[in-house]
């Protein structure tokens, strides 16, 4: 896909910029496993200093949810690229993830209701009535 | 988009003869998985029967989630074993697993039978209750036969989701709904965690097989770096895994750093399902762990592993939890928290089993699972004995607990009998226990089993578990204290139901069988292995 | 390397000009009056100006080589503070933005030229340089008109600079090399900086369109990999789903548009902020740096057990997986769904239609 739409795009690009493009034959080594990587280490740390500094219940969700994409997005890169790895089995790793965190998310977020229902609030520091 | 080509392509591909050995190999582990498909059948049943069935009569549902559990249980079909494992490399058909499998299925009994003589769920439908309460074994039986990454995230999962809701099972709850909450959002990222590191194993190993854990493997062909870097940061990113992994299964069995929950959640949480807490989501997370560590290599041959300590790792972290359990208890004057702060040391003990894995002697499968029998035993016990007097005083407070001895002599015989099984006196179960652990950690040493150089760190290991035991006899006696030597005011007798009576006396039966019958026990779980 | 030695320049001057700066202070004032200025420029977010600077001076001086750093963690650092600088523009009032407008653009090019210069972009020199200046410019001059501090003729005149920048970006842009490696620095861009943006709203509605965003940029990296299927789950399960559900979240429990109340107390945020960046750090190093095990160029083209190509869809092969090797966890899954289905309605039902049933709801709990 990418492949038909960048040729296209580079057609183009040729008749509108002048066509010196001094890199053009060294760009071939591109994007690869370590970008991916760095991309959700990056991620992992913004989700896990959300889940710290935040105290919002919805906001430690949200959180929650870039540590579990951060992971998503490490199955499919490794699937990939690393060696001895059926690109498949990452792919199917991440879907059950994405499901099991639609799941976690629901039932997090039906307890928060609840508990809103009888104080009024979804901070997790008003829940205080237990010591700790 | 649609492009019929490509399905023809693929369609040519399709390897019949392939796909029939397949098939017969996912028909061989369906018959050897009967027990969890009858347990998924008893969960449906549970659900619908509550749709159809009067509210005053909900509460017998007890009766049909325990029928549930003897049928899956004699359901067996665990005859045999393939190197193949079960439904291609997802679940392990070993003796581990199948230990495991009828220790939560037996385990299930006394949470069922708790939650029917608690009256916390008194007047509230409780078919979702056994229902999630089923799905809950089913979820840690997966965790201890569990091979793949996938399997094993997915079980913990089913686990955890179905205590968070029997956590909050009591709605209008304040309390509950608060631990619900807290439990909740800190389970899911310890899960969330766990979920990183396991994607970064599957990119050291290549697969996301457990069996493959040891062969983490780098190019070493980089121009750059030396050997040096290369192994060091080899070495340093698979202990980032595993330390990631182990946070995910450490909140499960509440050590350290995971522990923080456990107080609060157990004080909120209706009181069968602290118990429930304390036994089984604990015995689930132990068993995963077992296995995730009996996979890792043990000659220290492997790359990048060489230089991970983790048994030191291990060791440390037994002694802390352990120590911090037992100090934070003395302080309780909560029965619920100070059970809590307990399971905490407890589960300092047992990961004594992790360092003794590959022991010749008594391994450490063998200690653990014994211990987690033993432990079964004495802290259903104990809750029992707190729920059936929660149900009439409404209370947990230790103070309340003052003159009980004289007011329901039953049930404080036995929990004297619970409390000293949970010191590890003699002759109770508590004792075989520890004796089971400490042996095999005092073997270990003397036989260096994991290199010349740990024996040193296992006997500091056994003499700290000691001095903790020691440490503990304190709060436990406290509580007999409390009973037989404190008066108080209140002296009418207290009305405790037939089952009720029936239950703490069986469980302190079982107490002292552990003790006289250890011998029989162990030799049940000798050759408890993985495959 | 004109252009490079005058960004070595800039970025001294920098340095020497807040030296200077606070060395007077210090000296006219005592050190507290030093302690205040520097706190006052780090709050202002002068440090993501600093940092960017410090490491063009440090691989202008040819440091890199020297200590052996020559690719992987230190590069991927310089992206971050790239990413973040645009939200402290965003964050910060309109004076300061000129401000560091024109210190943080050198440093920002200074940090691309690097990774032009190793082809880590795969754009050519010129262009890609151009193209950063392009998308800082069009920020900030979208920061300055959105903040209300441009009108009128200013404004006219921003909006035909970013009008022109824009197409010259364009220009540049369709005339990038390597399509996929454009499409990874966007889409990296898209996802990482919206994170910051979750970490850095203070309203829970923008934090959920954040989220959004970055979910999609998720979403759009799986389609890079090959990943159609999944890429299109992401969409429909994340955002059609759980983005959703956020939203209802937070409408049924809070009044939308109010800021939350303060975060905890400093002292156990600044101790967990410091291990959160360092535990970002380590990850970052580990995967930026690591040795990691790849495949052979031939075979990652390939995708799929039947060597499907990468372009071509992978449902077939999905669909295949889940009913053989991974019959079991499809099953489980679906066991894990029914609890958390009974489970979340369980817990969430309104008073009205489950208390009837429920005699003794609220009573029912600890005494």
Redesign the interface.
Known sequence: MSGSFGTCFNTLGGLLAQASTPAAEAASSGVGLQHYLVISALVFGLGLLIIITRRSTIAVLMGIELLLNSAGLNFVAFAKYSAGTDPLDGQIVTLFVIVIAAAEAALALAIALNIFNSINSVELDDAHSLKG | MFDSGLLASAAENFNAKEFGVMFEHILYSVSAFTSELVLVAFVLGTLLLDLVLPLRVSKHLAWFALLGCLAASFSGGHGGHSEEGLFLHMLANDSFAAFFKQFFLFGAIPVILLSYVSEQFDGRRMGEYYGVLLAAILGAILMASATHFLMLFMALELLSIASYILVGYIRRDRRGAEAALKYVIYGSVAAAIMAYGLSLFYGLTGSAQLADLANVTFSSDHAVWSDWTLKTRAALTTLVALVMVFMGVAYKMSTLPMHFWAPDVYDGAPTPVTAFLSVISKAAGFALTLRFLAALPVENLAPAWETIPWIEMMIILSIVTMTFGNLSALWQTNLKRMLAYSSIAHAGYMMMAFVILHSTGVTGAQALGFYLLTYLAMNFGAFAVVILIENRLGSVDLADYQGMGRRAPLLCACMVVFLFSLIGVPPTAGFAGKWYLFLGVIDAAQNNAHGAGLSTWYYVLVFSAAVNTGISAYYYLNVAKEMYLVDSEQKESLAVSTLGKVLVAGLAALTFYLFFGADGVLQNTQDMVFH | MIFHDLLALSSALLLLYLGTRLVRVAREGGPEAALELFTHAMRQGLWLAIIPALCELYIYLGLESRI?L???PLR?LL??AFVMLPVVLIMRTASWIAFETILGAAAVVGVLREF?AS?GF????S?SRYLALVVFATIAASTLVVRGAVTGWGRTGLGVLAGLATVGGA???????????A??YIT?AI??GS??L??VSDK?VH??FW?LA??AG?AS??????????GF??VL??IG??LI??L???M???RVDVP??A??SLRV?IP??V???L??????F??????????AAKD?AQ????A?KA????A???G???M??????FE??S?????????????????SE??S??????E????
């Open positions: 052996g020559e690719s992987g991927m992206i971050s032009m082809d795969g754009l050519s020199l262009d220009v540049s842009f369709f005339s990038v090399t390597d399509f996929e490696a499409c990874f990296a996802a990482v994170g910051v979750i970490l829970i934090m959920a989220l970055s979910l998720f990296f799986y389609l890079l990999l090959g990943a159609d299927f999944l789950t992401q399960v994340y789903g759980i559900l956020f209802f979240g937070v049924l429990t809070q939350l109340k975060t905890s945020l967990g902020i291990i959160g960046v535990i970002t750090g380590l990850l970052v580990l995967a930026g740096g690591n040795n990691w095990s790849e495949k990652i995708i799929g057990p039947n499907v372009a071509e869809p992978t077939f092969g999905l295949e997986a889940f053989s090797t991974y019959i079991l966890p489980v899954v066991v894990l769904l029914l609890v958390a289905m009974v489970g979340a309605t369980y817990i969430a039902r309104g008073k489950g208390d049933a429920d005699g003794a709801d609220g029912g709990g600890v005494a």
